[in-house]
């Protein structure tokens, strides 16, 4: 959801747009239930967000 939402909001985009110096997924942490909101997912859907775990799917989403 949160690749979607960065390519929706400006394409192409540059891929240190979407991705930390580390690779994390930048909005995935603070920015996640406002995303997930503006898509009409409740933002009590998720308990917890882990960033590792998103990372490589991502990253594979954002070159596809």
């Given at each position: 959801m949160v690749v979607l939402d960065h390519l929706r909001r400006k394409i192409p985009v540059e891929e240190s747009e979407?991705?930390?110096?580390?690779?994390?997924?930048k909005s995935?942490?603070?920015g996640l239930a406002a995303i997930l909101e503006k898509y009409g997912?409740?933002?009590?859907?998720?308990?917890?967000?882990?960033?590792?775990?998103a990372g490589?799917?991502?990253?594979?989403?954002?070159?596809a």
């Open positions: 979407v991705f930390s110096k580390g690779g994390e997924l995935a942490r603070t997912v409740p933002s009590t859907y998720l308990k917890e967000v882990t960033t590792r775990q490589i799917v991502a990253r594979r989403l954002f070159e």
